[in-house]
C-alpha cells in the first residue's frame, strides 16, 4: 500500500480546483505525499 494520496477535483470556473489545491497543500504540510489531478484525468486509483 502506498502513502500517496489522490486529491481529484472537477470544476467549471476554477473554484474547486483551489479549494483542491489548498487541500493538496494542507495534507503535504502534514508530510503526505499528494497528487492532485483533475477527475477526468485520473484513470486508475492504483497506487493511492
Known sequence: ???N???TYA???GSTRE???T???A???GGLE???QPIKAVQTL???
Open 19 to 21: 479549494v483542491a489545491e
Open 46 to 48: 492504483e497506487g493511492y
Open 1 to 3: 500500500m502506498s502513502n
Open 34 to 36: 499528494v497528487a492532485l
Open 11 to 13: 470544476t467549471r470556473y
Open 5 to 7: 494520496t489522490l486529491v
Open 27 to 29: 495534507l503535504r504540510g
Open 23 to 25: 487541500i493538496a497543500a
